[in-house]
């Protein structure tokens, strides 16, 4: 259902040059709306007003040509009129009725239609107030009243799509359509379920029915824009679209419905332009607007906007999930936190959405966020192939892997992350050099800690280095980074983690285990960094590892500089004490961070 702001104006059809002098003939009434020309109808009826403001049947026609042009609120006066006069026909209450529920008037659309005559068509405008208000009691009292005429199952149908049942909505539909071929509008209104229900192609083939016969069918085309979106991408979509600048004059590409459209399809150019004016209409506005925020990083505004929305479809309840998600790890709130995981769970676990796409990430984000890592993969593996190329299934994707100790599938999925962004961030270098580690290829971890600038994170990022070589017995490279945070901050813990790593580190050597044995005078060189009057026990541990050095012939002479980044982070040793606590040296870092990336969030066109 489109409200009146958002409702697409019919396109005039046929027409060529008119006749020109005597012969010219003005249209009458019927011929207008065989055409679907509302608006020369609406010309007419003014004309014709002007002549008689009293003519009933003329008010009556204007009125319905006003409904059937979007005009709602135009066609609402004049029945208010109509009902003004004396012995009013009651059927003006229900027209006034579906005027109201067209704007958006609930209320007064349910209070206005109870003063009409019972008919079939005050059951339904009732039904469908009753959804919108949320009254199930009603909902149902108002259903059992339906009967099995095309009007009462279409509308019926209707309140299935707005539920989101889609599949009864399409049952509903194809039946009809079966027993009334030359109803060709069903065609569209199967489409859109199709397209509702992601098979995109199938919308497209069943569209093409009617766009034979309507090829400028503003509704259609639009259709067919968002299933080529889905399909393909946004320009394709946008060409689609073009169709309608031509029979038009461009006017319907200036219709709020199409221009929200043209937002989604160019990737969120002019959102908050367009956007923000349209509020709910279409519901997908609002949504976007959020959408767009997130994706700049502005979280707070977007909960500001979805945070008194109550959620009633699928996506809803996602972007609700993704925003509480976002600003519980931007606060590190656990409140947040749970109502995300909370809503995830809602729609995974859902019987409609269980065994979509977007309903497996929302089980992988429910179990992310409650950091049960083995569930989180059983559901991503299952549509890893629909995303081989997407850096936040990727990053969630490595980051459990990694979680399970599945390091070398780990590393793979976190380097195939493309956006700069993402590759600057902490978490990701983080695990990424678990992964390194993990995998034996500790000399990476430490090109990654020395490409890193100097701030909070490289120490982190040196703290996990440092006890997870030690763990791995990667002593060499846990010896040079023990050594660069003992100098940062003078911690017996630091100390220790540093003897024990150029102890290792000896030992490998001698097992053969360490390839570059010049690697010994570099250790040498680390110990000597410290008074060995203070601790005697280094000179001991110094003097054995010459001695074996000279005896295997490995030059000895000379001091080793370190690791080379003991100049530029030797400010921050007090710094270093207050950002994490201190740590012995064979215990494990536990320093990688568990950041959720939401991966479900797709601009919402509206079909």
Same mark, same amino acid.
């Given at each position: 259902?489109?409200?009146?702001?958002?409702?697409?104006?019919?396109?005039?059809?046929?027409?060529?040059?008119?006749?020109?002098?005597?012969?010219?003939?003005?249209?009458?009434?019927?011929?207008?709306?065989?055409?679907?020309?509302?608006?020369?109808?609406?010309?007419? &009826?003014?004309? @014709?007003?002007?002549?008689?403001? #009293?003519?009933?049947?003329?008010?009556?026609?204007?009125?319905?040509?006003?409904?059937?042009?979007?005009?709602?609120? @135009?066609?609402?006066?004049?029945?208010?009129?109509?009902?003004?006069?004396?012995?009013?026909?009651?059927?003006?209450?229900?027209?006034?009725?579906?005027?109201?529920? %067209?704007?958006?008037? $609930?209320?007064?659309?349910?209070?206005?239609?109870?003063? !009409?005559?019972?008919?079939?068509?005050?059951?339904?405008?009732?039904?469908?107030?009753?959804?919108?208000?949320? /009254?199930?009691?009603?909902?149902?009292?108002?259903?059992?009243?339906?009967?099995?005429?095309?009007?009462?199952?279409?509308?019926?149908?209707?309140?299935?799509? +707005?539920?989101?049942?889609?599949?009864?909505?399409?049952?509903?539909?194809?039946?009809?359509?079966? =027993?009334?071929?030359? $109803?060709?509008?069903?065609?569209? %209104?199967?489409?859109?379920?199709?397209?509702?229900?992601?098979?995109?192609?199938?919308?497209?083939?069943?569209?093409?029915?009617?766009?034979?016969?309507?090829?400028?069918?503003?509704?259609?085309?639009?259709?067919?824009?968002?299933?080529?979106?889905?399909?393909?991408?946004?320009?394709?979509? =946008?060409?689609?679209?073009?169709?309608?600048?031509?029979?038009?004059?461009?006017?319907?590409?200036?219709?709020?419905?199409?221009? #929200?459209?043209?937002?989604?399809?160019?990737?969120?150019?002019?959102?908050?332009?367009?956007?923000?004016?349209?509020?709910?209409?279409?519901?997908?506005?609002?949504?976007?607007?959020?959408?767009? %925020?997130?994706?700049?990083?502005?979280?707070?505004?977007?909960?500001?906007?979805?945070?008194?929305?109550?959620?009633?479809?699928? +996506?809803?309840?996602?972007?609700?999930?993704?925003?509480?998600?976002?600003?519980?790890?931007?606060?590190?709130?656990?409140?947040?936190?749970?109502?995300?995981?909370? $809503?995830?769970?809602?729609?995974?676990? *859902?019987?409609?959405?269980?065994?979509?796409?977007?309903?497996?990430?929302?089980?992988?984000?429910?179990?992310?966020?409650?950091?049960?890592?083995?569930?989180?993969?059983?559901?991503?593996?299952?549509?890893?192939? %629909?995303?081989?190329? /997407?850096?936040?299934?990727?990053?969630?994707? !490595?980051?459990?892997?990694?979680?399970?100790?599945?390091?070398?599938?780990?590393?793979?999925?976190?380097?195939?992350?493309?956006?700069?962004?993402?590759?600057?961030?902490?978490?990701?270098?983080?695990?990424?050099?678990?992964?390194?580690? &993990?995998?034996?290829?500790?000399?990476?971890?430490?090109?990654?800690?020395?490409?890193?600038?100097?701030?909070?994170?490289?120490?982190?990022?040196?703290?996990?280095?440092?006890?997870?070589?030690?763990?791995?017995? *990667?002593?060499?490279?846990?010896?040079?980074?023990?050594?660069?945070?003992?100098?940062? /901050?003078?911690?017996?813990?630091?100390?220790?983690?540093?003897?024990?790593?150029?102890?290792?580190?000896?030992?490998?050597?001698?097992?053969? @285990?360490?390839?570059?044995?010049?690697?010994?005078?570099?250790?040498?060189?680390?110990?000597?960094?410290?008074?060995?009057?203070?601790?005697?026990?280094?000179?001991?541990?110094?003097?054995?590892?010459?001695?074996? !050095?000279?005896?295997?012939?490995?030059?000895?002479?000379?001091? *080793?500089?370190?690791?080379?980044?003991?100049?530029?982070?030797?400010?921050?040793?007090?710094?270093?004490?207050?950002?994490?606590?201190? &740590?012995?040296?064979?215990?494990?870092?536990?320093?990688?961070?568990?950041?959720?990336?939401?991966?479900?969030?797709?601009?919402?066109?509206?079909?």
């Amino acid at each position: 259902m489109i409200l009146s702001k958002s409702r697409v104006a019919p396109t005039v059809r046929g027409g060529g040059e008119g006749k020109v002098g005597a012969e010219a003939k003005v249209p009458d009434l019927e011929e207008f709306l065989a055409k679907r020309d509302y608006q020369g109808a609406i010309a007419l &009826m003014q004309f @014709k007003r002007h002549a008689n403001k #009293h003519d009933v049947r003329n008010l009556e026609n204007l009125a319905y040509c006003h409904f059937h042009f979007g005009e709602h609120d @135009k066609a609402l006066v004049i029945y208010k009129d109509l009902l003004a006069l004396d012995d009013p026909d009651p059927l003006f209450y229900t027209y006034a009725a579906a005027c109201s529920y %067209y704007m958006g008037l $609930y209320k007064d659309a349910d209070a206005t239609a109870l003063q !009409g005559p019972r008919c079939p068509l005050q059951t339904r405008i009732l039904f469908h107030c009753a959804h919108k208000m949320g /009254d199930e009691t009603k909902l149902m009292q108002y259903h059992q009243q339906l009967t099995e005429s095309i009007e009462d199952q279409l509308s019926l149908a209707s309140i299935h799509f +707005q539920r989101s049942h889609y599949q009864e909505a399409t049952d509903i539909y194809k039946r009809l359509l079966l =027993e009334n071929r030359e $109803y060709l509008a069903l065609n569209v %209104y199967v489409a859109l379920c199709y397209c509702k229900l992601d098979y995109y192609d199938v919308s497209l083939e069943i569209l093409q029915v009617y766009l034979n016969a309507f090829s400028d069918s503003a509704l259609s085309v639009n259709l067919k824009a968002c299933n080529s979106f889905r399909m393909y991408n946004g320009k394709a979509a =946008e060409n689609e679209l073009r169709v309608l600048a031509g029979p038009s004059g461009g006017s319907f590409m200036e219709n709020a419905l199409i221009r #929200h459209n043209l937002v989604v399809f160019r990737g969120g150019d002019n959102a908050l332009q367009v956007l923000p004016p349209l509020g709910d209409v279409p519901p997908e506005a609002r949504l976007n607007l959020v959408i767009h %925020y997130l994706r700049h990083s502005e979280v707070s505004e977007a909960f500001n906007l979805i945070k008194d929305m109550e959620p009633t479809t699928p +996506q809803e309840y996602i972007l609700k999930g993704v925003v509480h998600a976002s600003i519980g790890q931007a606060k590190d709130s656990q409140e947040h936190l749970k109502t995300a995981q909370q $809503y995830f769970q809602l729609v995974g676990a *859902s019987a409609s959405e269980c065994d979509t796409i977007p309903g497996r990430q929302c089980m992988s984000s429910c179990f992310f966020l409650l950091k049960q890592f083995d569930d989180v993969l059983v559901f991503l593996s299952s549509i890893r192939s %629909y995303f081989p190329n /997407d850096d936040d299934f990727n990053w969630n994707y !490595g980051i459990a892997k990694a979680a399970t100790g599945k390091f070398k599938e780990a590393e793979e999925a976190l380097l195939s992350i493309s956006a700069e962004k993402y590759r600057r961030d902490y978490c990701l270098l983080s695990w990424l050099t678990r992964c390194y580690i &993990m995998n034996g290829k500790a000399n990476l971890a430490w090109e990654l800690y020395l490409r890193l600038e100097t701030s909070d994170e490289s120490y982190q990022l040196l703290q996990l280095i440092a006890n997870d070589c030690y763990r791995m017995g *990667s002593f060499y490279f846990a010896a040079k980074a023990f050594d660069v945070l003992e100098r940062l /901050d003078p911690a017996p813990e630091y100390l220790e983690g540093k003897k024990g790593a150029c102890v290792g580190t000896f030992q490998a050597i001698i097992a053969g @285990k360490q390839r570059d044995k010049e690697a010994l005078r570099e250790v040498v060189a680390m110990l000597q960094n410290n008074d060995s009057s203070a601790n005697p026990q280094i000179e001991m541990i110094a003097r054995v590892m010459k001695k074996w !050095g000279k005896e295997n012939g490995i030059n000895m002479g000379g001091s *080793s500089s370190g690791p080379g980044r003991l100049s530029s982070l030797g400010s921050r040793r007090s710094a270093g004490r207050r950002i994490v606590g201190r &740590m012995a040296g064979p215990r494990a870092g536990g320093l990688c961070m568990y950041i959720w990336r939401c991966a479900l969030y797709v601009p919402l066109p509206v079909p």
